[in-house]
């Protein structure tokens, strides 16, 4: 450019989009005779529960401004919510706020809270890409903890996240009480990624603001998503409730900013809080589709890793992440590699529970058929 500096952008800090580099092993996946069946992401696959959908068609005719912190009965759904289904409890609505599905949140949390240059983001050896995400797009360095190891001196965030994506893995409550003891020695900021929570098959995973894990919140977030309970993932609903102090802070930066979740949304997300069948019903599809992938996933060679909670399998069969892939996509099957998710996992795949009944049934029988 003539006469002007060439800008660099947040975006140039950032890695290629990791799920763009399957794009041949998807062609091949869909060249199948029976086609495609995508176990690559976790995206819900099954109806948003009716009385959601009433709920968002409910305020459809409402076209004010939504407020930045949700309607007083969003807020008081969510307490209600998480009292019943994880035993939270002592919550005050006042410290509920409403964020555009948890990625969001977890992309931009270390921005709106004033991280940058010198600043350093612990997430796990093996997590979802939006930690490391968040943390260049403020600016700030990323640091890989392995299981039980403290982050360093100058850490200002920790993320935890139990059920693990990719793995499945449960953090009990004395890693979780050990993990917010670490964070606080160093001064950091802890947040939970709880979007799994729901998901417990082997292990019954605990949130961080059980009164077991510590009744004190101070520092401490927790982010959750509907986009797994309720199958919302198209709607962009989720929240972050814990420290007051926080909460108020995002809350200020969120109204300027103009971080707002749509009044239909909220309404869903009010009703998907306000009840519990549809999280039931939902987890028994999971809980069926895994009984059946698991198994013919270990007939075909592969070992299932934690798994314990969560909405995936953690497979391996020792030899190269991508020599694995294309295996699967040989029998029409999409799987994750698990080096998206860090560089230990290339040996591993992540399958996801999330196809159709019959779109897993087919690829149980692939994978039998190559046994």
């Known amino acids: 450019m003539t006469g002007s500096a060439v800008r660099r952008t947040p975006g140039d800090r950032l890695p290629d989009f990791p799920w763009d580099s399957l794009a041949e092993h998807r062609a091949r996946a869909e060249a199948h005779p029976d086609g495609l069946v995508d176990l690559s992401v976790g995206t819900p696959v099954d109806p948003v529960p009716p009385r959601i959908q009433q709920a968002l068609n409910s305020v459809a005719d409402q076209g004010g401004y939504p407020t930045t912190h949700g309607t007083a009965a969003l807020r008081e759904a969510v307490v209600g919510g998480l009292a019943r289904r994880h035993d939270v409890t002592g919550l005050d609505p006042q410290d509920v706020l409403p964020v555009v599905g948890s990625k969001e949140l977890v992309a931009w949390l270390p921005t709106l809270l004033g991280l940058g240059a010198g600043d350093l983001v612990a997430i796990p050896e093996l997590s979802y890409p939006t930690y490391e995400v968040g943390a260049r797009l403020a600016g700030a360095e990323v640091v890989r903890l392995r299981d039980g190891e403290e982050p360093p001196a100058e850490t200002a965030l920790v993320w935890l996240n139990s059920p693990s994506n990719p793995t499945g893995r449960v953090l009990d409550v004395t890693a979780l009480r050990a993990s917010v003891a670490a964070a606080r020695a160093v001064g950091a900021v802890i947040a939970s990624d709880e979007c799994y929570l729901a998901l417990g098959w082997e292990a019954e995973p605990r949130s961080v603001l059980h009164r077991e894990v510590g009744s004190d919140h101070t520092g401490v977030l927790a982010v959750h998503s509907l986009s797994k309970s309720a199958n919302l993932a198209g709607y962009r609903a989720g929240f972050v409730t814990g ?84 295996w699967f996509a040989e029998r029409g099957v999409l799987v994750a590699p698990g080096s998206f998710y860090g560089p230990s996992g290339g040996a591993h795949v992540r399958v996801a529970l999330t196809g159709t009944d019959e779109r897993i049934a087919s690829a149980v029988h692939r994978l039998r058929d190559s046994a």
């Open 243 to 326: 420290d007051p102090a926080l909460i108020r802070g995002l809350l200020a930066t969120r109204k300027h900013a103009g971080m707002m979740v749509p009044r239909p949304v909220q309404a869903a997300v009010t009703a998907a809080m306000a009840e519990d069948d549809h999280v039931g019903e939902q987890r028994r599809r999971y809980a069926a589709r895994r009984e059946l992938l698991a198994p013919a996933l270990r007939d075909a060679g592969f070992a299932i890793e934690h798994s314990e909670a969560g909405l995936y399998l953690w497979a391996t069969r020792g030899e190269d992440v991508w020599r694995s892939v294309a």
